[in-house]
């Protein structure tokens, strides 16, 4: 059985997860999500990966991944984590875990319930 991903973000450190993501054999990515559709195309072509979103709650809703890496600019990553830790996903998310010491904490202790 094959752990179902979603990455979220695909400037530079996305596009390098997902190149590292897509070579485990374990893994299967099972969507990529931008906020621009450009981004979004391009990419998805490069990694010959069929569904992507440009909205991050959709995905998480319609794909309904094991795991999110997220990847988005530091100041976006509360809202996919909290969304997709709601969602039952395991999280993986880009250091610095947020850039705001409010939303850090927020998300430890969403983690924490």
Do not use: Q
Not at 10 to 19: L, N, Q, S
Not at 42 to 58: P, V
């Amino acid at each position: 059985m094959k752990i179902r991903v979603g990455i979220i973000g695909m400037g530079i450190m996305g596009k390098r997860v997902t190149e590292c993501i897509e070579r485990n054999p374990l893994v299967d990515i099972v969507a990529l999500c931008d906020i621009s559709e450009k981004t979004l195309e391009e990419t998805k072509k490069t990694f010959n990966i069929s569904k992507g979103y440009t909205n991050f709650e959709e995905m998480l809703e319609k794909e309904h991944p094991d795991a999110v890496y997220i990847a988005t600019p530091d100041w976006a990553h509360r809202d996919p984590v909290i969304k997709s830790l709601e969602a039952g996903c395991h999280v993986h998310v880009e250091k610095p875990m947020t850039t705001d010491i409010r939303d850090a904490y927020e998300i430890v202790e969403k983690v924490k319930s």
